[in-house]
Every structure is written in structure tokens, then in C-alpha cells.
């Protein structure tokens, strides 16, 4: 079964840093990962889609990068900004339908 | 272009009774999948459905179950409402062939 792990559980940054989020993986066999921030009680919100063909994505202040063969992706925030606290959740697709999803980095940028 | 909506918002429920769920997925979609997610937990895949049959199940006792319809909106329905069935349910619309997947808001569940 794919088990999915993100480090750190939380971090709190102050504005204008540039940040990485971890995200590891048991099986290599993936589809693709996908990357969403989720606000308190709220839904998810889709940030980049990583195919398993590609190493990585860009989408503005963000950047994705998928290793496969280590089982690694990271997610780097450029510019951190008090807007974007929140909690970054990454999603392994093995080769079936279903996602895998790890418990989340909750990120707090201080003004 | 409307994205993926889910009813209700919020819902309130005893032990025992029954509940169902609604989504609507984003325009051009074809795929829902349910989840379930405890308060600082990632979501758990409950189950997907694609031209109206279940296609694949999370590990998800049978009280949980589903519909989808021929305009691709779904439901989830949970019978004999447990304690532990409280949480936030999700659901995800897609498409081949990434199935990149879009969220909606959530029904927010508890079970009293």
C-alpha cells in the first residue's frame, strides 16, 4: 500500500523567505502527484499536477519537483507571503484511480 | 465556469440515521471521487465513479455507498451514522487522461 509522508508537520516563517515543502513516497510506481493547499474548513485547491514523466512544474512564486526514483517531491514557495498560510497537501496517483494523500504541512508566513 | 459544488454545507446528524450528500462536478468532468477527512488527517479515498458504475474502493465499510448520475453529478450516502463518521467529506471531479483532480467545498458532518 502507498504510504505517503510530508515534513514538517508545521512551519512558521517570516514574510519574504523562499521555503520548501517535503514530500516522500513508499512506491515509485506513480501516475502522478498533485500538490493543493487546503485553508481551514475549507476544500482543496489544486496548485500543480506533476505527470510521472516530468521532473517538475512551475506556476508563478511555485515550483514542483518530482524524483521518482527516490520518492521524493518538493514544493518551493518563492517570496513567501502572509497569504499564503495555509496547509500544502501532496496526492500520489499510482497507475489505478485512486490518490494517496499525506497529512499536510501547515504553514504560517509572519508578517 | 463553475467549479466543483457540494450540498450541503453543513449537517447535523444522530447516531443511526442515515445522510446523503450531493456534488456537482466542474464543467467538461466526468469522474467524482468521495473522501473523508478527519480533523489533521489527509483526505481518505472512500470510492470513484465513472459512466455511473463504482470503478474503484477505498477501504470503506459497505454502510458507505454511492450513485452517479447520467449529467455525472454523484451522491454518497452513509447509513447507521457511527461517532466516528464525523469529519469533512470531499468531493473531486476529473477527467481523462490526467485526472488532475478539483475539489469542491466540502459537507462538514457531525454525528451526535
Known amino acids: 500500500k502507498q504510504e505517503v509522508t510530508q515534513i514538517p508537520a508545521a512551519l512558521s516563517v517570516p514574510e519574504g523567505e523562499n521555503l520548501v515543502l517535503n514530500c516522500s513516497f513508499t512506491d515509485s510506481a506513480i501516475y502522478n502527484l498533485q500538490w493543493f493547499r487546503q485553508d481551514p474548513g475549507k476544500g482543496l485547491t489544486s496548485l500543480l499536477l506533476?505527470?510521472?514523466?516530468?521532473r517538475e512544474q512551475t506556476s508563478g512564486r511555485l515550483n514542483a519537483s518530482l524524483d521518482k526514483s527516490s520518492g521524493r517531491s518538493t514544493l518551493y514557495i518563492a517570496a513567501s507571503q502572509p497569504g499564503d498560510s495555509a496547509t500544502y497537501l501532496c496526492?500520489?496517483?499510482?497507475?489505478?484511480?485512486?490518490?494517496?494523500f499525506g497529512t499536510g504541512t501547515s504553514l504560517t508566513v509572519i508578517p | 465556469d463553475a467549479g466543483v459544488t457540494q450540498s450541503p454545507t453543513h449537517l447535523i446528524k444522530t447516531r443511526g440515521q442515515q445522510v446523503t450528500l450531493r456534488c456537482s462536478p466542474k464543467?467538461?468532468?466526468?469522474?467524482v471521487s468521495w473522501y473523508q477527512q478527519a480533523l489533521g488527517q489527509g483526505p481518505q479515498f472512500i470510492f470513484q465513479?465513472?459512466?455511473?458504475?463504482?470503478?474503484q474502493r477505498g477501504n470503506f465499510p459497505d454502510r458507505f455507498s454511492g450513485h452517479q448520475f447520467p449529467n455525472y453529478s454523484s451522491e454518497l450516502n452513509v447509513n447507521a451514522l457511527l461517532l466516528g463518521d464525523s469529519a469533512l467529506y470531499l468531493c473531486?471531479?476529473?477527467?481523462?487522461?490526467?485526472?488532475?483532480?478539483?475539489f469542491g467545498p466540502g459537507t462538514r458532518l457531525t454525528v451526535t
Open positions: 465513479y465513472y459512466e455511473e458504475e463504482e470503478r
Open positions: 496526492a500520489v496517483r499510482p497507475h489505478g484511480n485512486q490518490f494517496y
Open positions: 473531486a471531479s476529473s477527467r481523462q487522461p490526467s485526472y488532475e483532480q478539483y
Open positions: 506533476i505527470q510521472s514523466s516530468q
Open positions: 464543467s467538461g468532468h466526468d469522474t
